[in-house]
């Protein structure tokens, strides 16, 4: 029998025919297509995006991206290939990053006490400024990370100081609040406020922190600033600022510029650190005794055998005004109340 007939028979039963075997309606959708078969769909082009980047980062983008902002390598990793290793949008990536967490971070410490922090002194031609930042522990007051942002609260006061357009007759003084300090530009390299820094910071470290306080000096001719902050720490990567607890102020009048006049700021600074006075007083005030909060009728912290008065008249100087900070000043009371 021909091995044909089965397949002819069946096709029969279908009203079909079986190509090259005879007559028959034509081939329906199910029968053997003619000529080669048809090629395979070519594949659709993948897209890869303006966001990725083809090849990893090289190790110099790596290093060069760590240097400039201080993020772990996975990070910059991270971001050189978000941004298709372009390093100043990494960068600015990298920040924006840190800001989210920097602020949800400290959405959730918010409330806890920041009684310890440092004291900042920054001093720069006729201008000078005191800040105090506050932090949970003393561990983090000692952590680099955290007197960077002390001395970016510091360079903020000294450029808002120094944008103040005022004609100088006499000294200038000024206070500025926790809130208004918030609100004062990073400065020339940070983008953002005060804030902004404040909540890079509490990011990176995981404690709460806040921009308690500042004040600033400005003195024409014929004044002098004499400063003091008590167990000033100095790091080369912070430039001209003092960190310690406590820090002081003293605005003094004098005839003529002398070469003593540094020496004799730091003492006097001293004296308003360790007596805490409360207001200047006079020459011809009644000398008192250790519990005095005029300053001049104090008894000398160096010297107790004589006031302050009887030790400053002779330097050819007048103290005409004085600022003292004491670092977590206020939180007790704040605390009793």
């Keep these: 029998m021909s091995l044909l007939r089965p397949w002819r028979l069946f096709a029969a039963a279908r009203g079909c025919s079986v190509r090259g075997l005879g007559p028959g309606p034509a081939p329906s959708s199910w029968d053997f297509p003619a000529g080669p078969p048809p090629p395979p769909p070519r594949p659709r082009p993948f897209h890869a995006g303006p966001w990725l980047w083809s090849s990893a980062p090289s190790k110099d983008a790596l290093v060069k991206l760590r240097r400039r902002t201080g993020y772990s390598f996975v990070n910059c990793k991270k971001a050189l290939e978000a941004c298709g290793g372009d390093l100043k949008q990494a960068e600015s990536w990298l920040h924006k990053q840190a800001q989210k967490e920097g602020w949800s971070r400290a959405a959730k410490l918010h409330g806890r006490k920041t009684k310890e922090g440092l004291i900042g002194l920054l001093q720069d031609g006729n201008a000078t400024v005191l800040v105090e930042v506050n932090c949970e522990t003393d561990f983090v007051s000692r952590n680099l990370k955290f007197q960077q942002l002390v001395q970016q609260v510091a360079l903020g006061t000294l450029l808002h100081c120094q944008n103040l357009k005022d004609q100088l007759s006499t000294y200038s003084k000024g206070f500025l609040n926790s809130s208004e300090l918030s609100e004062l530009p990073a400065g020339p390299e940070k983008e953002g406020c005060l804030k902004d820094q404040l909540a890079l910071a509490i990011g990176k470290l995981g404690e709460n922190m806040t921009l ?52 004799l700021g730091r003492r006097l600074g001293q004296h308003v650190v360790g007596m805490a006075p409360l207001s200047v007083g006079s020459l011809d005030d009644e000398p008192g005794g250790e519990a005095e909060t005029k300053m001049l009728s104090q008894p000398y912290l160096l010297d107790p055998s004589i006031t302050l008065g009887q030790y400053v008249q002779p330097q050819g100087v007048s103290v005409v005004d004085f600022v003292r900070f004491e670092c977590g000043e206020g939180e007790e009371a704040a605390e009793t109340e």
Excluded at 218 to 239: C, E, N, Q, R
């Design 212 to 263: 308690k306080r500042a004040a600033w000096v400005k003195v024409p001719a014929g004044f002098y600033v004499g400063s003091y902050v008590h167990g000033a720490m100095h790091s080369s990567s912070l430039h001209n600022l003092e960190l310690g607890k406590y820090g002081a102020l003293v605005v003094c009048e004098t005839s003529e510029r002398k070469a003593s006049l540094e020496d």
